[in-house]
Each structure stands twice: as C-alpha cells, then as structure tokens.
C-alpha cells in the first residue's frame, strides 16, 4: 500500500523487489509533470494540489484514478467548461527499473520528463492536449501510442535516435525531423533517415488526425531539467 502526508497529498511506495514499473493513469489526466530522480529511495513519489486522486500500488502497478466528476473540470479541452484552479499534481519515477506509462482516457497538459528512464511503453487510449515529452535513448523498439486525436504533441529524443510515425487521421503542422506535412488527409507517415533497420528506435502511431506536432533530435541540455530541480508546477 502507498504511504501518505497528513495532508493526503503526498505518496509513495518502496522498491522492494519489484523488477519493473508501470504508471498508469486509469481515467485520463490534467496537469501533471512526470520526471526522473536517480537518487529516489522509494519506487515512485507523487503529490498533487487540488483534486486528490486515489492512488493504488500492488506488484510494480502504479495506478492514479482521478473521481471522473472532477475530470470535467480537470480537463475543458476534451469535456468542455473551464479548468478548475489549483488541480496540478507531480509523479516521480526511480530509474532502477524500466516503466511503461498508459493513460486509459484523455490527456490535457502532461509534460514527461524522462531522460535517464528505460522507457518500454507509451500508450495513451482517449485524446491528447498539450502533450511534452523528453525521451531517453530507446533499447529496442519502442511503442508510443496515442489512441485519439491529437493538438500540440512535442516529442524530443536523444540526438542519433531512430523514430518512425503513423497517423491514421489527417495531419496538419506536423514535423519530423524537418520532414513536414501540412494539410494532409487520409492517413501519412514519416521516418527519420537512419530508421530503416534500425533495432533500437521509437514507434510512434496516432490513431485519428494530428494538429501542430514536432518529433525532434535534442542534446542533453536541451531536454529536462537535472533531479532535484523544481519544476512544479504546470
């Protein structure tokens, strides 16, 4: 079980033995920074402001389940109506073991920063808004996938690293590596040069259309800030 603050609006869980990690958002998410801490004692850290969700850990399962009333106002893009002041929350992840992360509905406002992680997985299952990710260097293929549409989609990835996207709606502002496309309909596709046959690369896939997305070579330091930093809030 995940221990927590007086005030609630802390948690945490011990590594243990656990062998990998899996951060999973059950009903979507709004206003959250996740990061990476090498120096973490614990398997993973979380607070939140605001709207507190229930938090539940078993076997490497980190599960964060927003009240869906409050999801409303937690995420206007996607249900309607304004954002509600002051929910925002922080996710912590120790980089000893790998992680996958899914939301299972719509994102509004994520920002990962996830240098140092070894990444297995991205799945997002509903719509993304707002959605900024700094990657480390894949091991092996790697699955990033965004179930819904798509609105203001940064990606950043280690410089030399292969990447491969699919969009299966219409695509318009969208980059790779420079590669652009403006306006398309029907489904496209884009690679950076060195993906073909490349073993350790990202696969990316939006299901529906993509609106102002940029999948970019970055250096160290333009990616995220160092442990320690503090980068609450969004």
Do not use: C, K
């Amino acid at each position: 079980m995940p221990t927590t603050s007086s005030s609630a609006r802390t948690f945490s869980a011990p590594l243990g033995h656990v062998m990998r990690g899996s951060l999973v958002f059950s009903r979507g998410v709004s206003n959250v920074t996740v990061r990476v801490d090498p120096t973490l004692p614990v398997l993973f850290e979380a607070r939140f402001e605001g709207e507190i969700p229930e938090v539940t850990v078993e076997d490497g399962l980190v599960e964060i389940a927003y009240d869906r009333g409050s999801l409303r106002d937690l995420l206007p893009s996607l249900f309607g109506g304004a954002p509600r002041e002051g929910a925002r929350g922080e996710v912590v992840l120790n980089p000893a073991v790998p992680w996958r992360l899914e939301s299972r509905g719509g994102v509004n406002r994520l920002d990962a920063h996830l240098r140092g992680l070894r990444l297995e997985e991205v799945r997002i299952g509903g719509g993304v808004n707002h959605l900024d990710v700094d990657l480390a260097a894949p091991s092996g293929p790697v699955s990033i996938t965004l179930g819904g549409g798509t609105n203001r989609v940064t990606l950043r990835r280690p410089m030399g690293t292969a990447a491969r996207l699919e969009i299966g709606g219409g695509a318009n502002r969208v980059d790779l590596d420079g590669q652009h496309l403006r306006s398309a309909g029907g489904g496209a596709s884009l690679a950076s040069r060195d993906a073909a046959g490349a073993r350790d690369r990202y696969d990316i896939r939006i299901g529906g259309g993509a609106n102002r997305v940029s999948i970019a070579e970055a250096a160290e330091s333009e990616s995220a800030p160092p442990p320690g930093s503090s980068i609450i809030w969004v």
